[in-house]
């Protein structure tokens, strides 16, 4: 496996950007059922294959218990007003004892124990769904905070895609039109960290690039050559892995010395930022060679 450097701003055109929203939310209802497709497909050709087959089972389990759930129950207007006057985002990361969470966490539990997997994440997962609901938001805690502990990192895994339908439920209720930056690498829906940037070529959108929340999913506009982690626009460069085509690169920042990818979903247009980060793990052993650390929050490969 060949490196290959960029040390000048990515070379990638840029100049067809058009004026894209600042904003896209998700739509539950079919993102989870897309990204268990995309795995399958990615997994076809993939030494990783077993690995990204479980995690397109658990992508399907996402998308099979939304049907029946509660209506998700999103900010009043007086909450929303207030997360715009103080610029905060408007969907509150604590404070989840409700009880769709609490349907939600046991129907992915429940539905996750069909999925063929190897012997520790089925012992992860029959001491998470045993566990009692205090037990259950401590690890929900954990993982908002973006800290998984290295004993527990698969029980934190179905933890976290259980918050995924939650907050992607509650992120697709807000307007997008009225979302507006909250600070360098926060998601102004939710506050959760970016799990990458992608280049895309949504019609409107043609060669911009969006963060995608590792959270709600909820995707928004940054603009390219500039680091995701703390803003800087000094010292930015790419690394890549030979021959893979061009469609995924480390972006990295030698003032905050970190790492995020960035995927280019115009070259490749079936690009999802969950499905290609698990896929692209060679990248993430890569730079684990260099000096620098990846930012944002990737749980899917926290174990690697």
């Given at each position: 496996?060949?490196?290959?450097?960029?040390?000048?701003?990515?070379?990638?055109?840029?100049?067809?950007?058009?004026?894209?929203?600042?904003?896209?939310?998700?739509?539950?209802?079919?993102?989870?059922?897309?990204?268990?497709?995309?795995?399958?497909?990615?997994?076809?050709?993939?030494?990783?294959?077993?690995?990204?087959?479980?995690?397109?089972?658990?992508?399907?389990?996402?998308?099979?218990?939304?049907?029946?759930?509660?209506?998700?129950?999103?900010?009043?207007?007086?909450?929303?007003?207030?997360?715009?006057?103080?610029?905060?985002?408007?969907?509150?990361?604590?404070?989840?004892?409700?009880?769709?969470?609490?349907?939600?966490?046991?129907?992915?539990?429940?539905?996750?124990?069909?999925?063929?997997?190897?012997?520790?994440?089925?012992?992860?997962?029959?001491?998470?769904?045993?566990?009692?609901?205090?037990?259950?938001?401590?690890?929900?805690?954990?993982?908002?905070?973006?800290?998984?502990?290295?004993?527990?990192?698969?029980?934190?895994?179905?933890?976290?895609?259980?918050?995924?339908?939650?907050?992607?439920?509650?992120?697709?209720?807000?307007?997008?039109?009225?979302?507006?930056?909250?600070?360098?690498?926060?998601?102004?829906?939710?506050?959760?960290?970016?799990?990458?940037?992608?280049?895309?070529?949504?019609?409107?959108?043609?060669?911009?690039?969006?963060?995608s929340c590792s959270l709600c999913c909820t995707y928004w506009h940054y603009v390219r050559i500039k680091c995701v982690l703390c803003g800087?626009?000094?010292?930015?460069?790419?690394?890549?892995?030979?021959?893979?085509?061009?469609?995924?690169?480390?972006?990295?920042?030698?003032?905050?010395?970190?790492?995020?990818?960035?995927?280019?979903?115009?070259?490749?247009?079936?690009?999802?930022?969950?499905?290609?980060?698990?896929?692209?793990?060679?990248?993430?052993?890569?730079?684990?060679?260099?000096?620098?650390?990846?930012?944002?929050?990737?749980?899917?490969?926290?174990g690697f």
């Amino acid at each position: 496996m060949k490196r290959k450097d960029a040390a000048a701003p990515d070379p990638t055109a840029i100049g067809d950007v058009s004026s894209p929203p600042f904003a896209r939310l998700p739509d539950p209802a079919s993102l989870f059922s897309a990204r268990s497709q995309r795995l399958r497909q990615l997994a076809e050709a993939s030494d990783l294959a077993p690995y990204l087959n479980f995690v397109a089972g658990l992508s399907a389990a996402q998308h099979d218990i939304q049907a029946g759930l509660p209506p998700a129950e999103g900010p009043n207007a007086a909450a929303l007003t207030r997360a715009r006057e103080f610029e905060m985002p408007p969907l509150h990361r604590h404070g989840m004892e409700g009880k769709a969470l609490n349907t939600i966490f046991d129907r992915l539990f429940a539905a996750a124990d069909a999925i063929e997997k190897p012997a520790p994440a089925a012992a992860a997962l029959a001491r998470v769904a045993a566990a009692d609901r205090q037990a259950r938001l401590i690890l929900a805690d954990n993982v908002l905070s973006g800290s998984l502990p290295a004993d527990a990192i698969g029980e934190h895994i179905f933890v976290w895609a259980a918050l995924q339908v939650h907050f992607a439920r509650l992120a697709s209720l807000l307007e997008a039109k009225k979302l507006t930056p909250v600070a360098d690498g926060v998601c102004p829906s939710c506050g959760g960290k970016p799990m990458s940037s992608m280049v895309v070529g949504w019609p409107g959108s043609h060669g911009a690039r969006f963060c995608s929340c590792s959270l709600c999913c909820t995707y928004w506009h940054y603009v390219r050559i500039k680091c995701v982690l703390c803003g800087s626009t000094k010292g930015i460069s790419y690394r890549e892995i030979e021959d893979e085509g061009g469609t995924v690169k480390a972006e990295t920042c030698d003032e905050c010395h970190g790492w995020t990818k960035i995927f280019y979903q115009d070259k490749a247009p079936a690009t999802d930022p969950v499905a290609d980060d698990v896929a692209s793990l060679g990248l993430d052993l890569l730079m684990g060679e260099g000096p620098y650390r990846r930012g944002g929050f990737a749980p899917l490969l926290a174990g690697f």
